[in-house]
């Protein structure tokens, strides 16, 4: 089983669905958790730590499931700029490295 | 401004050249990463650097070598040993090692073959 698993999409959903993701990992050692945002031949940008009793930023909400091993990215009202791919990240104490999942594609058409 | 500085953007190798990428931050971070990301996939690790003088193998480290002489920089150089360098290039850093801390990318560099 891979360390950090992601559906790889794409999911095509239109202006101002609600969408959401999930991203599950393989160390229950795993202590911090990101979502990032790569627009196509751009690099990885910061959208969200995820905490342990969730937490939101404007339309984004994000969910940490520790029994499953999961977590989640919910996006509201969807704008045509949401279009990306979306980055899963894990981390666990004592380890300098971060662990990228392959990333989600968002594609919201008009 | 604060950030991470890559450079060039896009870079082209000759057969049995070896190239440097730059990668420098004024954030005062200590910690420094080089990533490749080939089409469709995701980022994989080539080395890391927790502190000055001091850098660790990634996952994909055959073919490449770095160098921290200094906080601030933490350049990679595709040696001809790499036979498939063709990839997008992305530096990060990370201000401690604490697992809480997320990483900050530079803007990339492309890197293709001749």
């Known amino acids: 089983r891979k360390e950090v698993e992601q559906d790889p999409g794409p999911f095509n959903v239109p202006e101002g669905a609600t969408v959401a993701f999930n991203c599950t990992y393989s160390?229950?050692?795993?202590?911090?958790f990101f979502w990032y945002r790569q627009d196509c031949r751009k690099e990885p940008k910061l959208l969200m730590s995820v905490y342990s009793s969730g937490n939101e930023d404007g339309r984004f909400t994000a969910q940490l499931n520790r029994a499953s091993q999961y977590i989640s990215l919910l996006i509201r009202d969807s704008k045509l700029s949401d279009s990306a791919t979306y980055l899963c990240v894990v981390t666990r104490s004592g380890y300098s490295t971060l662990t990228f999942g392959k990333g989600t594609m968002l594609l919201v058409s008009p | 401004d604060g950030g991470i500085t890559q450079s060039p953007k896009y870079l082209f190798r000759k057969e049995g050249q070896n190239v440097t990428l730059s990668c420098e931050q004024n954030?005062?971070?200590?910690?420094m990463y080089w990533y490749r990301q080939d089409p469709g996939q995701g980022l994989r690790l080539i080395y890391y650097s927790q502190i000055v003088n001091d850098f660790q193998k990634g996952d994909i480290a055959e073919g490449y070598s770095v160098s921290r002489e200094k906080k601030e920089s933490f350049p990679l150089t595709v040696t001809s040993a790499q036979k498939n360098p063709t990839a997008f290039y992305l530096c990060?850093?990370?201000?401690?090692?604490?697992?809480?801390?997320?990483?900050?990318f530079g803007d990339g560099t492309r890197l293709s073959i001749l």
């Open positions: 954030l005062n971070h200590d910690a």
């Open positions: 990060a850093s990370r201000s401690g090692t604490l697992s809480n801390q997320p990483q900050h």
């Open positions: 160390n229950s050692a795993s202590q911090s």
